[in-house]
């Protein structure tokens, strides 16, 4: 796919999951590319207001005068929006490709749901090849992680220059077998967070989404 399909795709895919936005909602908003084209749309809906996932998202919200929340004085989200970077057919992600894993698995985590909005490129059997799994991690232990890693199989490569919103790093990490089966990939996001050092890991399991918008070629499909 040419990159001017792939945005279709994306604007495509936002125009389909603004029809799960009910006025009056506080909406959770992910991060990247296809939420950019779901923000843009966002002054269609009347919103009592938004919880961001990014520095990034907030101003983009701001900006079109949308008042952004802070998650602690909201209580539970009916709802949050946002891409990924893989998706898996259990619906498990891979996610952190624009370095917001934390923040946007905290979101996720307080939403009843998750609609997850991805083009057709995003869609793979094993998560974890195509893509390299980011892993959020305090600076004193970045390099302490990263021999875990490679004594986990993996290649981990330092994101330089990359800083998180919250004053951590990233690592992106090649190579790992992460595996097919539900549990297992469910195990394996696990065993990441129990690395000291390690504040957060690309995998949504847990976290996987609820609703799965596809754009493809023959229009959006939803996966549940
Ligand atoms: C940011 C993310 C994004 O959801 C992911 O990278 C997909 O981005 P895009 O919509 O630009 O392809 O996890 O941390």
């Not at 297992?184 to 609703?211: H, M, P, S, Y």
Request: net charge negative; proline share 2%.
């Amino acid at each position: 796919m040419n990159a001017s399909a792939q945005q279709q795709q994306k604007q495509a895919v936002a125009a389909d999951a603004l029809k799960y936005i009910e006025s009056g909602m506080i909406l959770g908003v992910g991060t990247g590319s296809t939420v950019n084209c779901l923000i843009e749309l966002l002054p269609k809906v009347n919103l009592k207001g938004a919880v961001a996932s990014s520095k990034v998202t907030e101003d983009k919200l701001k900006a079109l005068g949308i008042e952004v929340m802070d998650l602690n004085f909201t209580g539970e989200l009916d709802l949050y929006i946002d891409g990924a970077d893989e998706v898996n057919e259990h619906l498990q992600l891979v996610k952190g490709g624009g370095g917001a894993l934390t923040r946007e698995k905290i979101v996720a985590a307080a939403s009843k749901q998750f609609i997850c909005m991805v083009d057709e490129s995003k869609w793979v059997q094993q998560l974890g090849v195509g893509f390299p799994l980011p892993i959020e991690v305090l600076p004193q232990a970045r390099s302490y992680v990263a021999r875990e890693l490679v004594q986990l199989g993996g290649e981990p490569v330092y994101r330089e220059g990359f800083v998180t919103d919250y004053g951590n790093l990233i690592l992106d990490v090649y190579g790992l077998d992460i595996g097919l089966d539900i549990e297992k990939v469910a195990a394996f996001e696990a065993k990441l967070n129990n690395i000291v050092g390690v504040v957060c890991n690309g995998l949504f399991t847990a976290q996987r989404a609820d609703i799965l918008l596809m754009a493809t070629a023959d229009g959006v499909k939803k996966l549940t």
